[in-house]
């Protein structure tokens, strides 16, 4: 059975770091694109970054771009998200999610399986 665990998810300051880790069991990896996506109440679910996967591509939502990086290691069937310079505004659910056809798009409906979810709370 396909399964995404989210973790490292917490409370940091604004300015601050995290590092999500996605991790994957029960299918290979190596042949799905991984999406990160964030949920703050009250809002639509929102694409952040989408690694391809290789590897080798990725695409960032504006807002996160020069701030978080998406990379991964499949051999370790593990998926990352380094977010750096946290805002108040990156607060929300974050969720990594995968997908088989390596388009690049970070459409919510196009990604067939999802983690559970970790926080990510920034706030002094």
């Known amino acids: 059975q396909l399964q995404l665990v989210e973790s490292g998810g917490g409370l940091v300051q604004p300015g601050g770091s995290l590092r999500l880790s996605c991790a994957a069991s029960?299918?290979?990896?190596?042949?799905?694109?991984i999406g990160w996506f964030r949920q703050a109440p009250g809002k639509e679910r929102e694409g952040v970054a989408y690694?391809?996967?290789?590897?080798?591509?990725?695409n960032y939502v504006d807002s996160v771009k020069g701030r978080f990086t998406a990379s991964r290691d499949n051999a370790k069937s593990m998926v990352y998200l380094q977010m750096n310079n946290l805002k108040p505004e990156d607060t929300a659910v974050y969720y990594c999610?995968?997908?088989?056809?390596?388009?690049?798009?970070?459409?919510?409906?196009?990604?067939?399986?999802w983690g559970q979810g970790t926080q990510v709370t920034v706030s002094s």
């Open positions: 690694i391809s996967s290789s590897g080798i591509s990725t």
């Open positions: 999610a995968a997908e088989r056809r390596d388009r690049g798009w970070l459409i919510p409906e196009e990604y067939p399986y």
């Open positions: 029960g299918f290979t990896l190596d042949s799905y694109a």
